[in-house]
């Protein structure tokens, strides 16, 4: 087996009004990467060219030991898009029976009717008379009652209130129990990735700016917040970048034990996901 659930190597996609790439990013088997980025950085534009929905420019990808073109690859994914739902006159049940001839074997139905239950999911209920969560969490049923080995997930815990989101990350949890198993997922819901990711991947206008463990990342990245002529006694490449307010500075750094060592005195939390975005964008705006 592989230790290596999906790679991405220098992976471009070219639209009129946007570029993706050149990408580069790994999966490894038995864990879930985060991957973030402000709308329009390319997140769904990268899932898709995972999953082969779309073809790349140029680039290599490799797909659970094989091709994202390969059927036998794409049969053991799970996969979740924001904006792709079933068809609203259809119910649960029927979309099992209609899933149980796409996957033959590999479909576990009863598994399929336990997740249903677990998501308080009505069989019989069209799937037009679902909320938008409910929707979500139909498609997550399907993505996980054929065993994948790969979860592609879009969004999957937005439109969902914390307690079922709350759920929905424990499955998540669970899932990768087995180290055969690894999740990719987006979402613009930072805080449910500091609790369940490995890694975070960030995506910033088409460019991944990095992709590192998780508690590194919320280690190594501060906000210090100090005077202008005490931010002048850090070294170059500290800063990220500064906003000036009428109390003086609040600035993103990476490196908060250097930053500590030469300002003592200074106050400089952890920076969450979301501060290092904020701040990214705002160096990026100027």
Sequence with gaps: MTNEAAVLRGVQKRYNDFTLGPVDLTVPAGTIVGLVGENGAGKTTTLKLLCGVNPADAGEITLLGSQPSDPAARARLGVVFEDAYFYGGLNAKQIGKSMSGIFAAAWDAPAYADLL??????????????????????????????????????????????????????????????????????????????????????????????????????????????????????????????????????????????????????????????????????????
């Excluded at 129990?177 to 975070?200: C, N, P, R, Y």
């Design 117 to 286: 239950q677990r998501f308080g999911l009505d069989a019989h209920k069209k799937v037009s008379e679902y909320s938008r969560g409910m929707r979500m969490k139909l498609s997550l049923a399907t993505a996980l009652a054929h065993n994948p080995d790969l979860l592609v997930l879009d969004e999957a815990t937005a439109g969902l209130d914390p307690v079922v989101r709350g759920e929905m990350l424990d499955l998540f949890l669970e899932f990768i129990q087995d180290e055969g198993h690894s999740i990719l997922m987006s979402s613009h819901i930072t805080s449910d990735l500091e609790q369940v990711a490995d890694s975070i991947a960030y995506l910033h206008h088409g460019k991944l700016l990095f992709h590192e463990e998780k508690d590194a990342l919320l280690q190594e990245y501060g906000l210090l917040r100090c005077s202008r002529s005490q931010l002048e006694k850090l070294p170059a490449g500290i800063v990220v970048y500064t906003r000036e307010g009428a109390f003086g500075c609040e600035s993103l750094v990476k490196g908060r034990t250097e930053v500590q060592q030469f300002l003592p005195e200074a106050v400089c939390d952890p920076a969450a996901i979301d501060d290092i975005m904020r701040f990214y964008s705002g160096r990026d705006a100027q």
